[in-house]
C-alpha cells in the first residue's frame, strides 16, 4: 500500500496564480486533513472531511477550497496565491474519527513569490 | 476550543540520557492523545499514542504517561539515542462525532548530543 500520496512534492507560485494541490489515499479511510505547516512551526489544519461529500473549515481555512468526491481523493484548492500561503502543506488520513492515529503523507512545499 | 500547551520547545540531552517532554490540555472531555516524531525534512510519524482508560503506555524505550486530574501528559525517551533527534509533538482529540478534529502542541527540538 502507498498509504496517502501527495502530488506535486515542490512547487513555486507566482502571487495571484491558482493551483490543487492533490491528495490520495488507498487505506480505505473516511477522514481526511489538510495541515499547513511554516517553517519552524507546529501543524495548522485548514479544511478536513468525515467522508465523501462531507467537508468542515478547520483553523486557518481562508484562501482555500476543498471538495471530497471520491474516499480516496481530497484536494486542497488554493485561488490567488499569497506570499503568506508559502508553507509546507501536509495531508492525513485516518480510519475514523480523532481518535484514531493519522497518516501523514511527505507533503507539498509550496513558495509563492 | 481545545488548547494545547507542549514544554519545553527545545532540549537537548547528552546521548543515553533520558528526555521528558510535558504537555498539557484545556477540554477535560479530550480522551486521545497521540505524539508524533517529525524528522527534518519529513512526515509527521505516531510514535505512541495514549486513550484516556489508561495512565500510561509503554513501547520499548517510549512511555507516555497521562494524568487526567491535572490535565497533562508527557512523553519519556530512555536510553537516548542519536536518531531520536526530531521535533517531537503532542496531540489531544476528543474524538466523538463532531470532534473529529486533532489540536496539536507547538512541538519540541530534541537534539541528542553525542
Known amino acids: 500500500n502507498a498509504g496517502v500520496t501527495q502530488t506535486p512534492k515542490f512547487r513555486i507560485l507566482k502571487i495571484g496564480q491558482s493551483m490543487t494541490l492533490q491528495c490520495a489515499q488507498d487505506?480505505?479511510?473516511?477522514?481526511m486533513y489538510w495541515y499547513r505547516q511554516d517553517p519552524g512551526m507546529g501543524l495548522k489544519l485548514i479544511y478536513y472531511?468525515?467522508?465523501?461529500?462531507?467537508?468542515d473549515k478547520g483553523e486557518v481555512p481562508n484562501g482555500y477550497n476543498v471538495s471530497r468526491s471520491t474516499t480516496e481523493d481530497f484536494p486542497l484548492r488554493l485561488e490567488l496565491a499569497a506570499p503568506s500561503q508559502t508553507s509546507v502543506y501536509f495531508c492525513?488520513?485516518?480510519?475514523?474519527?480523532?481518535?484514531?492515529?493519522?497518516?501523514f503523507g511527505d507533503g507539498t512545499r509550496l513558495s509563492i513569490l | 476550543g481545545e488548547n494545547v500547551e507542549q514544554h519545553p520547545s527545545t532540549l537537548s540531552v547528552q546521548e543515553g540520557d533520558s528526555a521528558v517532554i510535558k504537555c498539557t490540555y484545556s477540554?477535560?472531555?479530550?480522551?486521545?492523545f497521540p505524539w508524533y516524531k517529525q524528522e527534518l525534512g519529513k512526515r509527521p510519524q505516531l510514535i505512541i499514542d495514549?486513550?484516556?482508560?489508561?495512565g500510561e503506555k509503554k513501547d520499548q524505550r517510549i512511555a507516555v504517561t497521562l494524568n487526567k486530574t491535572a490535565k497533562h501528559f508527557s512523553l519519556h525517551i530512555t536510553e537516548t539515542q542519536p536518531e531520536d533527534s526530531a521535533v517531537y509533538f503532542c496531540?489531544?482529540?476528543?474524538?466523538?462525532?463532531?470532534?473529529?478534529?486533532?489540536?496539536f502542541g507547538t512541538g519540541t527540538r530534541l537534539t541528542i548530543i553525542p
Open positions: 496531540a489531544a482529540s476528543k474524538g466523538n462525532f463532531g470532534n473529529e478534529k486533532l489540536t
Open positions: 472531511s468525515v467522508g465523501a461529500g462531507i467537508t
Open positions: 492525513a488520513s485516518s480510519k475514523t474519527g480523532g481518535n484514531q492515529p493519522q497518516h
Open positions: 487505506m480505505n479511510h473516511n477522514y
Open positions: 495514549i486513550r484516556s482508560n489508561v
Open positions: 477540554d477535560s472531555a479530550s480522551n486521545y
